[in-house]
């Protein structure tokens, strides 16, 4: 079982750089359809993380945007997985708090640690002055809210309590599925069994993403966009065939695709991996394919196998809640960490009010029901 909580330092220095040479000075709408921020970095213990900083109004994918993850998001998830007679009553008090927090220049946000993807991952926080780290921040961007995201208390205790002792108030996001030993996971539940095996014996044609062609690139973005908006959400990040191809190329992202017998990209799923840490922004198919071909199943398998090879963490994020617990999925609350208390009364008045109806209301939510 791996015991790593973070990730090696020499990994994310790597990553980091990575994603500053794609980024840095390119505007984001070209890789990611529907963000439109400016993307920088900020120093801090040795490290460099990459940082974001979203404007009011946008209506920027959820990554970036406060406003769209806790009222646009949040309401259409309400809608979608609520149990029935909890829909309406959320709806409601979504919608109420979603004028308070647009007045509220809630999304002035600068986001550090954003990697424009679902799931973060982070370093050790082992030599990081958490006080300067405050300090400097407000510095810099001293009409924005700061925030983390990503953050659960069973990998990133060191983060969150160090992030709170400075002034940072913890709000619920979601629930989060971790594979702390997937090899475990494969002895103890049936269904990975059985999902392990369909890898193994799939008449689709397994083939990494080094081999990808343009149109290749062009197909991932289409599938991923058939389960991620089409399927699911439009204010899930739009990744483009341009993203992809960098991401790849630079080493961030690793694909793997699924062919049919006639050469066409039925199925994609693509890591984003740091040391012994992995989690999976990428996964798309086919979605007009039966569902007994399970290339659901398969991408999910696929993945899954990389992480027992190497041993690894794997942070699978939110979504198919029931999905992953059947395969050993810990559900893990994740928090965003947020200092806003340099900024104007309203601004401070509704970041109070997201972290009571978020602790009060949806953890307990997420919890009972298994969300």
């Known amino acids: 079982m791996s015991d790593c909580l973070y990730v090696p330092r020499a990994a994310f220095l790597a990553h980091s750089n990575a994603f500053a040479s794609v980024h840095a000075g390119v505007p984001t709408p070209g890789y990611v359809g529907n963000i439109d921020v400016e993307v920088s970095t900020f120093e801090c213990g040795g490290l460099s993380f990459p940082v974001t900083i979203n404007e009011t109004g946008g209506e920027n994918a959820w990554v970036c945007s406060p406003l769209t993850t806790y009222s646009r998001y ?9 149990p029935r007679g909890l829909a ?9 708090a979603d004028r308070w927090l647009l007045t509220a220049d809630l999304d002035r946000a600068v986001s550090v640690n954003n990697w424009l993807l679902s799931t973060n991952l982070y370093p050790s926080a082992d030599g990081i002055d958490f006080r300067a780290a405050r300090d400097a921040l407000t510095a810099r961007w001293p009409g924005h809210a700061i925030w983390f995201r990503s953050l659960n208390f069973a990998q990133h205790a060191q983060w969150l309590h160090a992030l709170a002792a400075v002034g940072f108030e913890l709000i619920p996001t979601r629930q989060v599925y971790l594979f702390r030993d997937v090899e475990r996971c494969a002895n103890a539940h049936q269904n990975l069994k059985r999902d392990l095996k369909l890898l193994r014996g799939t ?14 690139f062009a197909a991932s973005e289409a599938l991923y966009g058939q389960l991620y908006l089409e399927k699911y959400s439009r204010f899930n990040p739009l990744y483009t065939a341009a993203f992809l191809q960098a991401w790849h190329r ?13 050469g066409q990209l039925r199925a994609v799923a693509g890591i984003f991996s740091q040391g012994p840490l992995l989690t999976a922004p990428i996964v798309g198919y086919d979605t007009a394919w039966p569902q007994s071909a399970g290339l659901y199943r398969l991408l999910m398998a696929q993945v899954l196998s990389v992480t027992r090879a190497r041993a690894g963490t794997l942070n699978l994020s939110a979504g198919a809640a029931h999905f992953k617990r059947l395969r050993g999925g810990e559900p893990a609350i994740e928090y965003s960490a947020v200092l806003c208390d340099h900024l104007p009364r309203p601004t401070r008045r509704a970041l109070g009010l997201l972290r009571a109806l978020t602790t009060r209301l949806g953890k307990p939510i997420m919890e009972r029901f298994q969300l």
């Open 74 to 82: 949040a309401l259409e998830e309400t809608r979608r997985v609520a």
């Open 88 to 96: 309406w009553p959320l709806t409601a008090v979504i919608g109420a």
């Open 203 to 216: 008449p689709l044609q397994q083939v990494d993403g080094s081999t990808f062609s343009i149109d290749d």
């Open 250 to 262: 630079a080493g961030l992202l690793e694909l793997t695709g699924f062919r049919d017998e006639t």
